[in-house]
Protein backbone atom coordinates (compact mmCIF):
# COMPACT_ATOMS: atom_id res chain seq x y z
CA UNK A 1 0.00 0.00 0.00
CA UNK A 2 0.91 3.15 -0.38
CA UNK A 3 1.30 5.16 3.06
CA UNK A 4 2.17 8.17 4.63
CA UNK A 5 5.54 6.87 5.82
CA UNK A 6 6.30 4.54 2.85
CA UNK A 7 8.66 7.13 0.83
CA UNK A 8 10.83 6.83 4.31
CA UNK A 9 10.77 2.96 4.19
CA UNK A 10 14.46 2.11 4.51
CA UNK A 11 13.46 -1.48 3.26
CA UNK A 12 12.11 -0.50 -0.37
CA UNK A 13 13.82 -2.83 -2.76
CA UNK A 14 16.94 -1.30 -4.95
CA UNK A 15 16.55 -1.94 -9.02
CA UNK A 16 17.76 -4.69 -10.44
CA UNK A 17 19.42 -4.10 -13.48
CA UNK A 18 16.19 -5.17 -15.89
CA UNK A 19 15.01 -2.63 -14.22
CA UNK A 20 17.01 -0.16 -14.72
CA UNK A 21 17.89 -1.16 -18.19
CA UNK A 22 13.97 -0.72 -18.14
CA UNK A 23 14.30 2.45 -17.83
CA UNK A 24 16.94 3.55 -20.19
CA UNK A 25 15.13 1.89 -22.70
CA UNK A 26 12.38 4.15 -21.77
CA UNK A 27 14.52 7.23 -21.98
CA UNK A 28 15.06 6.59 -25.36
CA UNK A 29 11.96 5.80 -26.70
CA UNK A 30 11.15 9.45 -25.14
CA UNK A 31 13.85 10.95 -26.74
CA UNK A 32 12.77 8.82 -30.05
CA UNK A 33 8.88 10.28 -30.02
CA UNK A 34 10.44 13.81 -29.30
CA UNK A 35 12.95 13.91 -32.04
CA UNK A 36 10.65 11.92 -35.02
CA UNK A 37 7.44 14.21 -33.99
CA UNK A 38 10.10 16.62 -34.12
CA UNK A 39 7.50 19.86 -33.55
CA UNK A 40 8.48 23.50 -32.93
CA UNK A 41 6.20 26.20 -32.87
CA UNK A 42 6.38 30.01 -34.12
CA UNK A 43 6.04 31.61 -30.25
CA UNK A 44 9.56 29.95 -29.70
CA UNK A 45 11.08 32.58 -32.01
CA UNK A 46 9.31 35.42 -29.93
CA UNK A 47 11.45 34.01 -26.90
CA UNK A 48 14.86 33.66 -29.18
CA UNK A 49 14.20 37.15 -30.60
CA UNK A 50 14.37 38.60 -26.86
CA UNK A 51 17.03 36.33 -26.15
CA UNK A 52 19.44 37.56 -29.33
CA UNK A 53 18.87 41.48 -28.83
CA UNK A 54 19.83 40.63 -25.49
CA UNK A 55 22.94 38.85 -26.22
CA UNK A 56 23.48 41.91 -28.78
CA UNK A 57 23.06 44.80 -25.78
CA UNK A 58 20.05 45.63 -26.84
CA UNK A 59 18.40 44.47 -23.43
CA UNK A 60 15.29 42.36 -22.64
CA UNK A 61 13.19 43.55 -25.96
CA UNK A 62 11.62 42.71 -28.86
CA UNK A 63 11.63 45.50 -30.88
CA UNK A 64 15.09 47.28 -30.25
CA UNK A 65 14.46 50.48 -28.03
CA UNK A 66 10.51 49.57 -27.50
CA UNK A 67 10.65 47.51 -23.84
CA UNK A 68 7.06 45.64 -24.17
CA UNK A 69 7.33 42.00 -22.14
CA UNK A 70 6.05 39.85 -24.96
CA UNK A 71 7.17 36.47 -23.18
CA UNK A 72 5.82 34.58 -20.36
CA UNK A 73 9.09 33.09 -19.08
CA UNK A 74 11.52 35.12 -17.92
CA UNK A 75 13.61 32.61 -16.68
CA UNK A 76 13.79 30.46 -19.93
CA UNK A 77 14.41 33.77 -22.26
CA UNK A 78 17.26 34.80 -19.82
CA UNK A 79 19.56 31.56 -20.04
CA UNK A 80 19.46 31.45 -23.55
CA UNK A 81 20.06 34.72 -23.90
CA UNK A 82 23.00 34.33 -21.76
CA UNK A 83 24.20 31.35 -23.92
CA UNK A 84 23.75 32.85 -26.78
CA UNK A 85 26.38 36.48 -25.24
CA UNK A 86 28.58 33.76 -25.14
CA UNK A 87 28.27 31.69 -28.01
CA UNK A 88 27.09 34.09 -30.61
CA UNK A 89 27.22 31.58 -33.75
CA UNK A 90 25.34 28.30 -32.14
CA UNK A 91 21.67 27.65 -33.33
CA UNK A 92 19.59 28.82 -30.66
CA UNK A 93 16.39 26.74 -31.47
CA UNK A 94 18.90 23.71 -31.42
CA UNK A 95 20.16 24.85 -27.71
CA UNK A 96 16.35 25.25 -25.95
CA UNK A 97 15.54 21.86 -27.77
CA UNK A 98 18.51 20.28 -26.27
CA UNK A 99 17.76 22.05 -22.65
CA UNK A 100 13.96 20.76 -23.00
CA UNK A 101 14.78 17.09 -23.86
CA UNK A 102 17.35 17.24 -21.01
CA UNK A 103 14.48 17.85 -18.32
CA UNK A 104 12.09 15.67 -20.13
CA UNK A 105 14.45 12.94 -19.51
CA UNK A 106 15.23 14.61 -15.84
CA UNK A 107 11.33 14.24 -15.38
CA UNK A 108 11.46 10.69 -16.15
CA UNK A 109 14.11 9.83 -13.97
CA UNK A 110 12.46 11.73 -11.18
CA UNK A 111 9.07 9.38 -11.50
CA UNK A 112 10.76 6.64 -11.62
CA UNK A 113 12.97 8.20 -8.04
CA UNK A 114 9.31 8.32 -6.50
CA UNK A 115 7.93 5.45 -7.83
CA UNK A 116 10.36 3.59 -6.44
CA UNK A 117 10.01 5.65 -3.18
CA UNK A 118 6.34 4.91 -3.13
CA UNK A 119 5.45 1.10 -4.37
CA UNK A 120 6.24 -1.33 -1.51
CA UNK A 121 8.38 -4.59 -3.20
CA UNK A 122 7.04 -3.92 -6.83
CA UNK A 123 9.90 -2.81 -8.97
CA UNK A 124 8.02 -3.42 -12.16
CA UNK A 125 6.09 -1.07 -10.91
CA UNK A 126 8.39 1.69 -10.88
CA UNK A 127 8.30 2.03 -14.65
CA UNK A 128 4.75 2.36 -15.59
CA UNK A 129 4.91 6.39 -15.15
CA UNK A 130 7.41 6.89 -17.19
CA UNK A 131 6.32 4.56 -19.60
CA UNK A 132 3.15 6.62 -20.59
CA UNK A 133 4.90 9.58 -20.29
CA UNK A 134 7.35 8.69 -22.74
CA UNK A 135 4.21 8.00 -25.12
CA UNK A 136 2.33 11.24 -24.28
CA UNK A 137 2.04 13.29 -27.90
CA UNK A 138 1.56 16.03 -25.73
CA UNK A 139 4.84 16.33 -23.41
CA UNK A 140 6.99 15.16 -26.35
CA UNK A 141 5.78 17.37 -28.56
CA UNK A 142 6.29 20.10 -26.44
CA UNK A 143 10.26 18.59 -25.84
CA UNK A 144 10.99 20.14 -29.02
CA UNK A 145 8.70 23.02 -29.64
CA UNK A 146 11.27 25.44 -28.37
CA UNK A 147 9.49 26.87 -24.67
CA UNK A 148 10.03 26.42 -21.37
CA UNK A 149 7.57 23.31 -21.13
CA UNK A 150 9.43 20.63 -19.80
CA UNK A 151 11.17 22.25 -17.53
CA UNK A 152 8.04 23.86 -15.81
CA UNK A 153 6.88 20.36 -16.13
CA UNK A 154 9.67 18.90 -14.33
CA UNK A 155 9.55 21.97 -11.88
CA UNK A 156 6.18 20.94 -10.91
CA UNK A 157 6.59 17.29 -10.28
CA UNK A 158 9.71 18.52 -8.29
CA UNK A 159 7.93 21.27 -5.92
CA UNK A 160 5.66 17.84 -5.52
CA UNK A 161 8.24 15.89 -4.60
CA UNK A 162 9.60 18.42 -1.55
CA UNK A 163 6.39 18.78 -0.70
CA UNK A 164 6.19 15.11 0.34
CA UNK A 165 9.38 15.25 2.01
CA UNK A 166 8.96 18.04 3.95
CA UNK A 167 5.81 16.45 5.24
CA UNK A 168 7.46 13.48 6.03
CA UNK A 169 10.01 14.42 7.94
CA UNK A 170 8.36 17.72 9.53
CA UNK A 171 11.05 19.80 7.54
CA UNK A 172 12.64 21.54 4.67
CA UNK A 173 9.84 24.28 3.95
CA UNK A 174 12.98 26.31 2.03
CA UNK A 175 13.30 22.99 -0.39
CA UNK A 176 9.59 23.43 -0.90
CA UNK A 177 9.36 26.69 -1.68
CA UNK A 178 12.40 26.99 -4.13
CA UNK A 179 10.73 25.13 -7.18
CA UNK A 180 7.94 27.08 -6.82
CA UNK A 181 9.39 30.14 -6.78
CA UNK A 182 11.19 29.50 -9.83
CA UNK A 183 8.06 28.08 -11.49
CA UNK A 184 7.21 31.80 -11.23
CA UNK A 185 10.23 32.86 -12.94
CA UNK A 186 9.94 30.80 -15.59
CA UNK A 187 6.52 31.49 -16.72
CA UNK A 188 3.95 34.22 -15.90
CA UNK A 189 1.47 32.18 -14.31
CA UNK A 190 3.69 30.54 -11.57
CA UNK A 191 2.07 32.27 -9.52
CA UNK A 192 -0.95 29.97 -9.95
CA UNK A 193 1.07 27.04 -8.37
CA UNK A 194 2.03 29.34 -4.77
CA UNK A 195 -2.01 29.50 -4.33
CA UNK A 196 -2.67 25.84 -4.99
CA UNK A 197 -0.08 24.00 -3.47
CA UNK A 198 -0.63 26.68 -0.63
CA UNK A 199 -4.15 25.24 -0.51
CA UNK A 200 -2.36 21.59 -0.26
CA UNK A 201 -0.17 22.82 2.88
CA UNK A 202 -3.16 23.39 4.47
CA UNK A 203 -5.19 20.85 3.66
CA UNK A 204 -2.33 18.53 4.47
CA UNK A 205 -2.09 20.31 7.89
CA UNK A 206 -5.11 19.78 9.15
CA UNK A 207 -5.45 16.15 8.20
CA UNK A 208 -2.81 15.72 10.21
CA UNK A 209 -4.78 17.49 12.87
CA UNK A 210 -1.95 20.67 12.90
CA UNK A 211 -2.28 24.12 12.68
CA UNK A 212 -1.25 25.56 9.35
CA UNK A 213 -0.02 28.75 10.54
CA UNK A 214 3.26 27.81 11.97
CA UNK A 215 6.93 28.65 11.11
CA UNK A 216 6.90 26.75 7.94
CA UNK A 217 4.28 28.60 6.79
CA UNK A 218 6.25 31.36 7.66
CA UNK A 219 9.36 30.51 5.84
CA UNK A 220 7.59 29.22 2.83
CA UNK A 221 5.70 32.53 1.85
CA UNK A 222 8.71 34.64 2.84
CA UNK A 223 11.05 33.07 0.50
CA UNK A 224 8.71 33.03 -2.11
CA UNK A 225 7.63 36.72 -1.89
CA UNK A 226 11.25 37.40 -1.53
CA UNK A 227 12.06 35.92 -5.16
CA UNK A 228 8.84 37.31 -6.65
CA UNK A 229 8.56 40.67 -5.01
CA UNK A 230 11.50 41.93 -6.74
CA UNK A 231 11.00 40.41 -9.98
CA UNK A 232 7.64 42.10 -10.43
CA UNK A 233 9.03 45.65 -8.99
CA UNK A 234 11.62 45.01 -11.53
CA UNK A 235 9.25 44.34 -14.20
CA UNK A 236 7.31 47.42 -13.66
CA UNK A 237 10.19 49.34 -13.89
CA UNK A 238 11.45 48.13 -17.29
CA UNK A 239 8.45 47.64 -18.63
CA UNK A 240 5.88 49.48 -17.10
CA UNK A 241 3.41 47.13 -15.90
CA UNK A 242 3.17 44.69 -12.93
CA UNK A 243 2.42 42.05 -15.92
CA UNK A 244 3.80 40.38 -19.06
CA UNK A 245 1.86 42.00 -21.82
CA UNK A 246 1.01 38.28 -23.50
CA UNK A 247 -1.40 38.79 -20.36
CA UNK A 248 -3.20 41.55 -21.54
CA UNK A 249 -3.26 40.14 -24.93
CA UNK A 250 -4.73 36.71 -24.18
CA UNK A 251 -6.69 37.00 -20.84
CA UNK A 252 -10.51 37.88 -20.99
CA UNK A 253 -13.67 36.95 -19.27
CA UNK A 254 -16.63 35.61 -20.21
CA UNK A 255 -19.21 32.71 -20.32
CA UNK A 256 -17.74 32.20 -24.37
CA UNK A 257 -14.06 32.07 -22.66
CA UNK A 258 -15.07 29.41 -19.95
CA UNK A 259 -17.01 27.21 -22.48
CA UNK A 260 -13.72 27.32 -24.67
CA UNK A 261 -12.17 26.24 -22.03
CA UNK A 262 -14.47 23.66 -21.24
CA UNK A 263 -14.09 22.07 -24.75
CA UNK A 264 -10.41 22.75 -25.04
CA UNK A 265 -10.22 20.48 -21.52
CA UNK A 266 -12.57 17.99 -23.17
CA UNK A 267 -11.22 17.49 -26.66
CA UNK A 268 -7.64 16.87 -24.46
CA UNK A 269 -9.26 13.87 -22.42
CA UNK A 270 -10.72 12.61 -25.52
CA UNK A 271 -7.96 12.35 -27.36
CA UNK A 272 -5.32 11.28 -24.76
CA UNK A 273 -7.61 8.56 -23.15
CA UNK A 274 -8.88 10.81 -20.06
CA UNK A 275 -12.01 8.47 -19.37
CA UNK A 276 -9.25 5.63 -17.97
CA UNK A 277 -6.96 7.34 -16.67
CA UNK A 278 -9.14 9.50 -14.67
CA UNK A 279 -11.34 6.65 -13.83
CA UNK A 280 -7.67 4.93 -12.21
CA UNK A 281 -7.11 7.90 -10.50
CA UNK A 282 -10.32 8.76 -9.14
CA UNK A 283 -10.66 5.19 -7.74
CA UNK A 284 -7.33 5.98 -5.78
CA UNK A 285 -9.37 8.92 -4.17
CA UNK A 286 -10.86 7.28 -1.39
CA UNK A 287 -7.62 5.86 0.33
CA UNK A 288 -7.57 8.33 2.72
CA UNK A 289 -4.13 7.29 4.47
CA UNK A 290 -2.20 8.12 0.93
CA UNK A 291 1.47 9.78 1.04
CA UNK A 292 1.49 13.44 1.37
CA UNK A 293 2.76 13.78 -2.77
CA UNK A 294 -0.34 12.08 -3.57
CA UNK A 295 -2.64 13.79 -1.82
CA UNK A 296 -1.48 16.89 -3.02
CA UNK A 297 -1.20 15.80 -6.16
CA UNK A 298 -5.01 15.19 -6.62
CA UNK A 299 -5.39 19.08 -5.97
CA UNK A 300 -2.79 20.40 -7.76
CA UNK A 301 -3.95 18.91 -11.02
CA UNK A 302 -7.62 19.74 -10.27
CA UNK A 303 -7.22 23.09 -9.69
CA UNK A 304 -4.71 23.48 -12.64
CA UNK A 305 -7.64 22.13 -14.68
CA UNK A 306 -9.98 24.74 -13.04
CA UNK A 307 -7.26 27.07 -14.56
CA UNK A 308 -7.33 26.20 -18.32
CA UNK A 309 -11.36 26.21 -18.26
CA UNK A 310 -10.71 29.68 -16.58
CA UNK A 311 -8.39 31.09 -19.28
CA UNK A 312 -10.31 29.46 -21.95
CA UNK A 313 -7.59 26.65 -22.94
CA UNK A 314 -5.11 27.50 -25.19
CA UNK A 315 -4.48 28.19 -29.03
CA UNK A 316 -1.42 26.32 -29.68
CA UNK A 317 -1.19 22.86 -30.54
CA UNK A 318 -0.66 19.57 -28.75
CA UNK A 319 -2.35 20.98 -25.27
CA UNK A 320 0.32 22.65 -24.48
CA UNK A 321 -1.36 23.58 -20.44
CA UNK A 322 -2.01 19.39 -20.24
CA UNK A 323 1.72 18.57 -20.72
CA UNK A 324 2.63 20.55 -17.63
CA UNK A 325 0.62 18.09 -14.95
CA UNK A 326 0.84 15.34 -17.31
CA UNK A 327 3.54 13.68 -15.04
CA UNK A 328 1.86 14.16 -12.25
CA UNK A 329 -1.37 12.50 -13.82
CA UNK A 330 0.47 9.53 -14.95
CA UNK A 331 2.36 9.28 -11.48
CA UNK A 332 -0.88 9.40 -9.77
CA UNK A 333 -2.40 6.79 -12.55
CA UNK A 334 0.13 4.65 -11.84
CA UNK A 335 -0.73 5.04 -7.73
CA UNK A 336 -4.89 3.92 -9.03
CA UNK A 337 -2.98 0.88 -10.87
CA UNK A 338 -0.81 -0.14 -8.10
CA UNK A 339 -3.87 -0.03 -5.63
CA UNK A 340 -6.42 -2.11 -7.39
CA UNK A 341 -3.72 -4.91 -8.02
CA UNK A 342 -3.05 -4.57 -4.32
CA UNK A 343 -6.53 -5.41 -3.83
CA UNK A 344 -6.88 -7.87 -6.53
CA UNK A 345 -4.24 -9.41 -4.40
CA UNK A 346 -5.64 -9.24 -0.99
CA UNK A 347 -9.27 -10.22 -2.20
CA UNK A 348 -8.42 -12.88 -5.11
CA UNK A 349 -5.96 -14.54 -3.99
CA UNK A 350 -6.39 -17.41 -6.47
CA UNK A 351 -5.37 -14.63 -9.35
CA UNK A 352 -1.46 -15.08 -9.56
CA UNK A 353 0.92 -12.38 -9.45
CA UNK A 354 1.79 -13.17 -12.75
CA UNK A 355 -1.33 -12.54 -14.12
CA UNK A 356 -1.37 -9.46 -12.51
CA UNK A 357 1.80 -8.10 -13.62
CA UNK A 358 0.21 -8.63 -17.78
CA UNK A 359 -3.18 -7.16 -16.73
CA UNK A 360 -0.78 -4.05 -15.25
CA UNK A 361 1.35 -4.14 -17.94
CA UNK A 362 -1.52 -4.45 -20.46
CA UNK A 363 -3.43 -0.91 -19.32
CA UNK A 364 -0.04 0.97 -18.76
CA UNK A 365 0.56 0.33 -22.57
CA UNK A 366 -3.14 1.06 -23.34
CA UNK A 367 -2.25 4.75 -21.72
CA UNK A 368 0.74 4.90 -23.47
CA UNK A 369 -0.90 3.91 -27.17
CA UNK A 370 -3.66 6.41 -26.08
CA UNK A 371 -1.52 9.28 -25.71
CA UNK A 372 0.52 8.79 -28.58
CA UNK A 373 -2.20 8.68 -30.85
CA UNK A 374 -1.57 12.60 -32.18
CA UNK A 375 1.66 11.87 -32.90
CA UNK A 376 1.02 8.21 -34.75
CA UNK A 377 -1.19 10.54 -36.87
CA UNK A 378 1.38 13.28 -37.61
CA UNK A 379 3.99 10.71 -38.51
CA UNK A 380 1.96 8.27 -40.41
CA UNK A 381 -0.86 10.32 -42.21
CA UNK A 382 1.07 13.87 -42.51
CA UNK A 383 -0.83 16.13 -45.06
CA UNK A 384 1.24 15.53 -48.53
CA UNK A 385 0.52 19.66 -49.56
CA UNK A 386 2.87 20.45 -46.57
CA UNK A 387 5.41 17.62 -47.45
CA UNK A 388 8.22 17.34 -45.84
CA UNK A 389 7.41 19.01 -42.49
CA UNK A 390 5.13 16.95 -40.16
CA UNK A 391 3.04 19.19 -38.66
CA UNK A 392 1.28 22.40 -40.21
CA UNK A 393 3.29 24.53 -37.59
CA UNK A 394 6.60 23.13 -38.81
CA UNK A 395 5.84 24.14 -42.30
CA UNK A 396 4.31 27.51 -41.17
CA UNK A 397 7.63 28.09 -39.35
CA UNK A 398 9.53 26.99 -42.76
CA UNK A 399 6.95 29.55 -44.55
CA UNK A 400 8.08 32.46 -41.87
CA UNK A 401 11.43 31.51 -41.93
CA UNK A 402 11.61 31.95 -46.24
CA UNK A 403 10.04 35.16 -46.59
CA UNK A 404 12.19 36.41 -43.26
CA UNK A 405 15.48 35.85 -45.01
CA UNK A 406 14.08 37.53 -47.77
CA UNK A 407 13.61 40.42 -46.04
CA UNK A 408 16.83 40.53 -44.34
CA UNK A 409 18.44 40.62 -47.44
CA UNK A 410 16.21 42.88 -49.11
CA UNK A 411 15.07 45.55 -47.02
CA UNK A 412 16.15 48.34 -44.99
CA UNK A 413 17.65 47.88 -41.52
CA UNK A 414 15.15 51.02 -40.54
CA UNK A 415 12.27 48.90 -42.40
CA UNK A 416 8.91 48.17 -40.16
CA UNK A 417 7.15 44.88 -41.05
CA UNK A 418 3.63 44.43 -39.82
CA UNK A 419 2.85 40.60 -39.41
CA UNK A 420 0.43 37.89 -37.55
CA UNK A 421 2.93 35.57 -36.84
CA UNK A 422 5.28 37.38 -34.95
CA UNK A 423 8.05 34.74 -34.03
CA UNK A 424 9.88 33.89 -37.18
CA UNK A 425 9.33 36.19 -39.31
CA UNK A 426 11.34 39.00 -36.72
CA UNK A 427 13.79 36.37 -35.92
CA UNK A 428 15.02 35.83 -39.54
CA UNK A 429 14.35 39.39 -40.82
CA UNK A 430 15.96 40.79 -38.36
CA UNK A 431 13.55 43.95 -38.89
CA UNK A 432 11.47 45.68 -35.89
CA UNK A 433 8.00 44.03 -36.14
CA UNK A 434 4.29 45.37 -35.31
CA UNK A 435 3.02 42.03 -34.03
CA UNK A 436 -1.19 42.37 -35.17
CA UNK A 437 -1.68 39.40 -32.75
CA UNK A 438 -0.74 42.18 -29.83
CA UNK A 439 1.66 39.58 -28.16
CA UNK A 440 4.57 41.79 -28.21
CA UNK A 441 2.58 45.17 -28.63
CA UNK A 442 1.50 46.91 -25.72
CA UNK A 443 -1.47 48.79 -27.98
CA UNK A 444 -2.67 45.72 -29.32
CA UNK A 445 -2.92 43.60 -26.38
CA UNK A 446 -5.13 46.25 -24.29
CA UNK A 447 -7.38 46.67 -27.52
CA UNK A 448 -10.72 45.55 -26.14
CA UNK A 449 -12.24 42.62 -28.22
CA UNK A 450 -15.95 41.76 -28.04
CA UNK A 451 -17.23 38.30 -26.61
CA UNK A 452 -14.10 37.13 -25.75
CA UNK A 453 -13.74 33.52 -26.32
CA UNK A 454 -15.03 33.03 -29.39
CA UNK A 455 -11.96 33.22 -31.62
CA UNK A 456 -9.17 31.26 -31.03
CA UNK A 457 -7.22 31.22 -27.78
CA UNK A 458 -4.66 34.22 -27.47
CA UNK A 459 -5.75 35.47 -31.20
CA UNK A 460 -8.67 37.20 -30.51
CA UNK A 461 -7.05 41.29 -30.75
CA UNK A 462 -6.27 43.28 -33.12
CA UNK A 463 -6.58 47.30 -34.36
CA UNK A 464 -6.03 47.48 -38.12
CA UNK A 465 -6.19 51.51 -37.91
CA UNK A 466 -3.79 51.24 -35.67
CA UNK A 467 -0.92 49.20 -37.47
CA UNK A 468 -1.75 51.37 -40.37
CA UNK A 469 -0.93 54.30 -38.18
CA UNK A 470 2.72 53.13 -38.05
CA UNK A 471 2.96 53.51 -41.64
CA UNK A 472 5.09 49.93 -41.63
CA UNK A 473 6.83 49.54 -44.98
CA UNK A 474 5.81 45.77 -45.65
CA UNK A 475 2.12 44.11 -44.25
CA UNK A 476 2.21 40.60 -44.35
CA UNK A 477 -1.48 39.57 -45.16
CA UNK A 478 -3.05 35.95 -45.85
CA UNK A 479 -0.41 34.40 -43.18
CA UNK A 480 2.53 35.19 -44.42
CA UNK A 481 1.60 34.01 -48.10
CA UNK A 482 4.34 31.88 -49.39
CA UNK A 483 3.94 29.09 -51.60
CA UNK A 484 4.23 27.00 -54.64
CA UNK A 485 1.87 29.65 -56.44
CA UNK A 486 2.01 33.04 -56.72
CA UNK A 487 -1.40 35.26 -54.76
CA UNK A 488 -3.05 37.67 -56.47
CA UNK A 489 -5.50 40.19 -54.20
CA UNK A 490 -8.44 37.64 -54.43
CA UNK A 491 -6.26 35.03 -52.95
CA UNK A 492 -4.84 36.56 -50.23
CA UNK A 493 -8.26 38.13 -49.26
CA UNK A 494 -9.95 34.49 -49.07
CA UNK A 495 -6.90 33.80 -46.67
CA UNK A 496 -7.43 36.82 -44.36
CA UNK A 497 -6.90 35.71 -40.72
CA UNK A 498 -7.62 37.38 -37.38
CA UNK A 499 -9.25 40.93 -36.60
CA UNK A 500 -6.05 43.14 -37.83
CA UNK A 501 -5.70 41.06 -41.65
CA UNK A 502 -9.48 42.04 -41.83
CA UNK A 503 -9.42 45.36 -40.25
CA UNK A 504 -6.76 46.63 -42.67
CA UNK A 505 -8.56 45.11 -45.49
CA UNK A 506 -11.12 46.77 -45.10
CA UNK A 507 -9.51 50.33 -44.79
CA UNK A 508 -9.88 52.21 -48.53
CA UNK A 509 -6.68 54.13 -47.50
CA UNK A 510 -4.41 50.57 -46.99
CA UNK A 511 -4.86 50.06 -50.96
CA UNK A 512 -4.76 53.52 -51.95
CA UNK A 513 -1.20 53.47 -50.20
CA UNK A 514 0.13 49.57 -50.52
CA UNK A 515 0.88 48.35 -53.76
CA UNK A 516 0.88 43.84 -54.15
CA UNK A 517 4.22 42.41 -54.86
CA UNK A 518 5.41 39.08 -55.66
CA UNK A 519 8.94 38.16 -55.44
CA UNK A 520 10.58 34.63 -56.47
CA UNK A 521 11.93 32.63 -53.80
CA UNK A 522 13.22 30.00 -54.98
CA UNK A 523 12.95 27.70 -58.68
CA UNK A 524 11.08 24.55 -56.96
CA UNK A 525 9.84 23.18 -53.66
CA UNK A 526 7.34 24.18 -50.74
CA UNK A 527 8.38 28.33 -50.56
CA UNK A 528 8.94 29.26 -54.29
CA UNK A 529 6.87 32.63 -54.43
CA UNK A 530 6.14 35.05 -51.16
CA UNK A 531 3.59 37.89 -52.15
CA UNK A 532 3.54 40.86 -49.99
CA UNK A 533 1.84 44.34 -49.37
CA UNK A 534 4.48 47.36 -49.73
CA UNK A 535 4.51 51.07 -49.12
CA UNK A 536 4.00 52.84 -52.62
CA UNK A 537 7.10 55.22 -53.12
Known sequence: MIHRSSLADNKTPKPTILIALGLIVIIALYLWHAISVGYVVDDAYISLR???????????VYNVGVRVEGYTN????LSLGIISWICPHVDMLVVAQGISLAFGVATLVLMFVLARRSIEASPWMWLAGPLMLAGNSSFCAWSTGGLASTAYAFLILLALVMHDREFRTGKGALGSVIPIALLSLVRGDGFVWFALFSVVRIVEHMRRGESPFNRRLVIWGT???AVLVPYIIWRTWYYGYPLPNTYYAKVGGSFDLYMRGIRHTKH???QYGGALWLTLIALSWVKRDAAPWVQGGRWIALGWFAYII????????????????TPVLYMLTAVGLYEIMSWAKTHSPQVSSPRLRVAFSAIVLLIAGLGSQ????VLRHADPAIAPYHHFDNYFIARCAAAGTWLAENSQEDDVIASTPAGAISYF??????DMLGLTDSHIARVPTKNPGRGRAGHEKGDGAYVLLQKPEFILLGNVA????????EGIERNLCNRSEHEIWATPAFHETYELQTVRLNESGPFQYFTFYRKKT
Not at 374 to 377: D, M, N, P, R, Y
Not at 429 to 434: A, L
Open 374 to 377: QSIQ
Open 310 to 325: QVGGDGLAFYRFFSYI
Open 482 to 489: VGREPMNA
Open 50 to 60: YAHNFAQGHGL
Open 74 to 77: FLWV
Open 268 to 270: FLE
Open 223 to 225: VFF
Open 429 to 434: SNRSVI
